[in-house]
C-alpha cells in the first residue's frame, strides 16, 4: 500500500508538470502536492500510536497551508487561475489586508514549522518547542476568523465560514497535548540553581531590562486596547488620529487583535514579569513560547495589514510617523521573543531547587531558618 501511494504521487507529480494546461480545477494543483507529500508518510515507521496521529495531523495541516498560500499570492495579483471559485463564493473577508498577510504566515512559517515537526517526528525526536511557538501561532490566527462578523463582511456568512470552528479546536487540542505531556526539560536544579535564585533583580542587568520592556509593553497594550474599546480619552483620540488609524478599519480585525491582547495578552505579560522577579516559576518555560509565537503572527499580520495595498489611505499609518509606529511594533514584537529565548538560555532561576540533605532555609523554601527564631 505504502508502495502504491509512492508511485500515485510520483506519477501525478509527472502530469502536473507534463500536462500543465489540462489542470482547470482552482484545488487540483495543491491536492496534487498533498498526495505526494503523503506518500512520503506512509512509509512503515516504527512509532506510538500519538505519534503517528501528530504526524498525519501535521501533513493534513500542510496541504492547508498550500491553499492559504495560493490564495493571498492570487490576492496580490501574484499568480492567478486558482482560486477564483472559492474567492467569489467563499470567504470574502480573505481578500483583505488582514487576512492577506494571516495567510502568508500560515503558508510560509506554518508550513515550515509542520515539517520541523515532521521531521522530528520521524526522527523520533521531541518538538516540544516547535510545537508550543505553533500551537500559539495558529490560536492566534484562527481566533479572529470566527469573530469577523462583527466588521463590515458580517452580513456576508457562508458556509465555509463555519469551517474555521473546527480549524480552531485543532490547535487548542494541540496546544493542551503539548502543555500536559511530560517535559523535555529538567524542573529540579541544585547548586547552580541556587546560586541563580539568590541574585536579587537589580544584580541580574538582563532580567533588569527585560523587566523595564515588559512594563512598556503593558503600557502600549492598554493603550491600544481602550483605543480599541472607544474610551473617551485625548491620548486615545491623538493615537488613533496620529499614529496607528488602521485600528479603526471597518473589517474589524484590527480591533478584534487589539482586544484579544488587551484581554488575554495582558494578564500573561504580568504573569512574565511576576515570573522574572519571583524564583522558581517552572511555567515559565512553556508560556513564554506559546506567547511568543502569538504574537509573532498577530504583529506580523497587524503591521504587514497596516501597510499592504489594499488597505484604503485613511486607514493608513500616517508618513511623518510610520517610523515611529513600526519601532513600537518591533520593540513590542521583541519583547516575548527575548524573554522566551532568557527562560531557554539559562533557566536556572526558573527552576525548582531541590533540598541538599541536612540543609533548611533555601531561597524558595517554606520553611523558615530556625536559627533567627532562637536569636
Given at each position: 500500500?505504502?508502495?502504491?501511494?509512492?508511485?500515485t504521487g510520483r506519477?501525478?507529480?509527472?502530469?502536473?508538470?507534463?500536462?500543465?494546461?489540462?489542470?482547470?480545477?482552482?484545488?487540483?494543483?495543491?491536492?496534487?502536492?498533498?498526495?505526494?507529500?503523503f506518500?512520503?508518510?506512509?512509509?512503515p515507521?516504527?512509532?506510538?500510536?500519538?505519534?503517528?496521529?501528530?504526524?498525519?495531523f501535521?501533513?493534513?495541516?500542510?496541504?492547508?497551508?498550500?491553499?492559504?498560500?495560493?490564495?493571498?499570492?492570487?490576492?496580490?495579483?501574484?499568480i492567478?487561475?486558482?482560486?477564483?471559485?472559492?474567492q467569489?463564493?467563499?470567504?470574502?473577508?480573505?481578500?483583505?489586508?488582514?487576512?492577506?498577510?494571516?495567510?502568508?504566515?500560515?503558508g510560509?512559517?506554518?508550513?515550515?514549522?509542520?515539517?520541523?515537526m515532521?521531521?522530528?517526528i520521524?526522527?523520533?525526536?521531541?518538538?516540544?518547542?516547535?510545537?508550543?511557538?505553533?500551537?500559539?501561532?495558529?490560536?492566534?490566527?484562527?481566533?479572529?476568523?470566527?469573530?469577523?462578523?462583527?466588521?463590515k463582511?458580517?452580513?456576508?456568512?457562508?458556509?465555509?465560514?463555519?469551517?474555521?470552528?473546527?480549524?480552531?479546536?485543532?490547535?487548542?487540542?494541540?496546544?493542551v497535548?503539548?502543555?500536559?505531556?511530560?517535559?523535555?526539560?529538567p524542573?529540579?536544579?541544585?547548586?547552580n540553581?541556587?546560586?541563580?535564585q539568590?541574585?536579587?533583580?537589580?544584580?541580574?542587568?538582563?532580567d533588569?531590562?527585560?523587566?523595564?520592556?515588559?512594563?512598556g509593553?503593558?503600557?502600549?497594550?492598554?493603550l491600544?486596547?481602550?483605543?480599541?474599546?472607544d474610551?473617551?480619552l485625548?491620548?486615545?483620540?491623538d493615537?488613533?488620529?496620529?499614529?496607528?488609524?488602521?485600528?479603526?478599519?471597518?473589517v474589524?480585525?484590527?480591533?478584534?487583535?487589539?482586544?484579544?491582547?488587551?484581554?488575554?495578552?495582558?494578564?500573561?505579560?504580568?504573569?512574565?514579569?511576576?515570573?522574572?522577579?519571583?524564583?522558581?516559576?517552572?511555567?515559565?518555560?512553556?508560556?513564554?513560547?506559546?506567547?511568543?509565537?502569538?504574537?509573532?503572527?498577530?504583529?506580523?499580520?497587524h503591521i504587514?495589514?497596516?501597510?499592504?495595498?489594499?488597505?484604503?489611505?485613511?486607514?493608513?499609518?500616517p508618513?511623518?510617523?510610520?517610523?515611529?509606529?513600526?519601532?513600537a511594533n518591533?520593540?513590542?514584537?521583541?519583547?516575548?521573543?527575548?524573554?522566551?529565548?532568557?527562560?531557554?538560555?539559562?533557566?536556572?532561576?526558573?527552576?525548582?531547587?531541590?533540598?541538599?540533605?541536612?540543609?533548611?532555609?533555601?531561597?524558595?523554601?517554606?520553611?523558615?531558618?530556625?536559627?533567627?527564631?532562637?536569636?
Open positions: 500500500m505504502s508502495y502504491l501511494c509512492y508511485l506519477k501525478s507529480s509527472y502530469n502536473l508538470y507534463a500536462n500543465p494546461k489540462s489542470l482547470r480545477h482552482c484545488f487540483f494543483h495543491p491536492l496534487l502536492l498533498y498526495i505526494g507529500s506518500s512520503m508518510f506512509t512509509k515507521l516504527a512509532l506510538d500510536a500519538p505519534s503517528v496521529l501528530a504526524l498525519q501535521f501533513a493534513e495541516f500542510c496541504f492547508t497551508c498550500v491553499i492559504d498560500l495560493v490564495s493571498a499570492l492570487e490576492y496580490d495579483g501574484i492567478s487561475g486558482f482560486m477564483e471559485f472559492y467569489k463564493t467563499g470567504e470574502p473577508y480573505l481578500g483583505t489586508s488582514y487576512a492577506i498577510m494571516m495567510c502568508y504566515w500560515d510560509i512559517a506554518h508550513f515550515i514549522m509542520y515539517l520541523i515532521i521531521s522530528r520521524t526522527d523520533r525526536k521531541a518538538y516540544r518547542t516547535v510545537g508550543l511557538l505553533w500551537a500559539g501561532s495558529l490560536c492566534a490566527n484562527m481566533s479572529l476568523f470566527p469573530l469577523y462578523v462583527i466588521g463582511y458580517g452580513s456576508e456568512i457562508r458556509p465555509a465560514f463555519w469551517i474555521n470552528f473546527l480549524f480552531l479546536l485543532m490547535p487548542i487540542l494541540g496546544g497535548s503539548l502543555f500536559t505531556r511530560p517535559k523535555d526539560r524542573l529540579i536544579g541544585g547548586y540553581a541556587q546560586q541563580a539568590c541574585m536579587k533583580l537589580i544584580w541580574r542587568p538582563q533588569l531590562v527585560l523587566v523595564v520592556l515588559l512594563l509593553a503593558i503600557a502600549f497594550t492598554i491600544r486596547g481602550l483605543v480599541a474599546l474610551a473617551p485625548e491620548v486615545c483620540s493615537y488613533l488620529r496620529q499614529y496607528e488609524p488602521y485600528l479603526k478599519d471597518p474589524g480585525f484590527p480591533r478584534v487583535m487589539m482586544l484579544h491582547q488587551f484581554f488575554y495578552g495582558l494578564p500573561l505579560l504580568g504573569a512574565f514579569v511576576y515570573g522574572l522577579l519571583k524564583p522558581g516559576c517552572t511555567w515559565m518555560a512553556d508560556w513564554t513560547l506559546f506567547f511568543a509565537g502569538a504574537m509573532v503572527q498577530c504583529q506580523w499580520a504587514g495589514g497596516s501597510l499592504h495595498p489594499r488597505t484604503t489611505a485613511p486607514y493608513r499609518i508618513a511623518e510617523s510610520l517610523c515611529m509606529v513600526l519601532t518591533l520593540i513590542y514584537v521583541l519583547t516575548p521573543i527575548l524573554v522566551a529565548v532568557r527562560v531557554r538560555s539559562n533557566p536556572y532561576f526558573f527552576l525548582k531547587i531541590a533540598p541538599f540533605p541536612g540543609q533548611t532555609g533555601l531561597p524558595n523554601s517554606e520553611e523558615k531558618d530556625t536559627k533567627y527564631k532562637e536569636k
